[in-house]
């Protein structure tokens, strides 16, 4: 059964930092992992989408990079900015084309 | 921890016919509930945001008359997709907000129209 962690729970941060965000999952038969931002009481924005043959992609001040052999992805964030405070969830799709969520990770960047 | 389910998690129906998908939290109630859409190799879009026990809030280019959305109780929201052709074929999501404001996602559901 695929898992996903994310690690930290919570990460605060001075502004102007990079920062990297982990997630890990169980089973590296994934179609693609994505990673999302939520602000509080609303909807999802999608950040960044790795398919499973690819190894990273980038917007802007985000790069994500993803690792199948080893079950994990990581988000990056350059130059932080107090704007970036969101939850940040990844998710991987999976063998049988569900979604698999992760808890997520509060990010605070304080001014 | 808190549980959406959705039901069905994959359906192909024929072009022309009528689908419903549905959102449950299992062990929270759920005011507000929101759909997402996601095309292959696309990232996810909202649709629209679900409140219980009034009309859903449509997002820009979402035909509410095509995308039925019912929310008639706070473990439950339902997505009906009306007269289907296959270019509504894609990944439907769900995800249901908690007292505390958490949000909790669906496995989702893969619509298939022929």
């Known amino acids: 059964k695929q898992e996903v962690t994310q690690i930290p729970a919570a990460l605060s941060v001075p502004e102007g930092e990079n920062l990297v965000l982990n997630c890990s999952f169980t089973?590296?038969?994934?179609?693609?992992l994505q990673w999302f931002r939520q602000d509080p009481g609303k909807g999802l924005t999608s950040l960044l989408l790795?398919?499973?043959s690819q190894r990273e992609q980038t917007s802007g001040r985000l790069n994500a990079s993803l690792d199948k052999s080893s079950g994990r992805s990581t988000l990056y964030i350059a130059a932080s900015q107090p704007g970036d405070s969101a939850t940040y969830l990844c998710?991987?799709?999976?063998?049988?084309?569900?979604?698999?969520w992760g808890a997520g990770t509060k990010l605070i960047i304080k001014p | 921890g808190a549980v959406v389910s959705q039901h069905p998690s994959r359906v192909i129906c024929k072009s022309g016919t009528s689908v419903k998908i549905e959102c449950r939290s299992l062990?929270?109630?759920?005011?507000?509930m929101f759909w997402y859409r996601q095309f292959p190799k696309q990232s996810l879009m909202l649709m629209a945001t679900?409140?219980?026990?009034?009309?859903?809030?449509?997002e820009q280019g979402v035909e509410k008359d095509k995308f039925l959305i019912n929310h008639a109780s706070l473990t439950l929201s339902t997505l009906t997709v009306t007269s289907a052709h296959p270019e509504d074929s894609s990944f439907y999501i769900c995800?249901?907000?908690?007292?505390?404001?958490?949000?909790?996602f669906g496995p989702g559901t893969r619509l298939t129209v022929t």
């Open positions: 995800s249901a907000r908690d007292d505390g404001d958490g949000q909790h």
């Open positions: 062990d929270f109630q759920a005011t507000t």
């Open positions: 679900s409140n219980e026990g009034s009309k859903a809030t449509y």
């Open positions: 089973d590296s038969a994934i179609y693609n």
């Open positions: 790795i398919q499973s």
């Open positions: 998710a991987v799709l999976d063998s049988n084309y569900q979604l698999i």
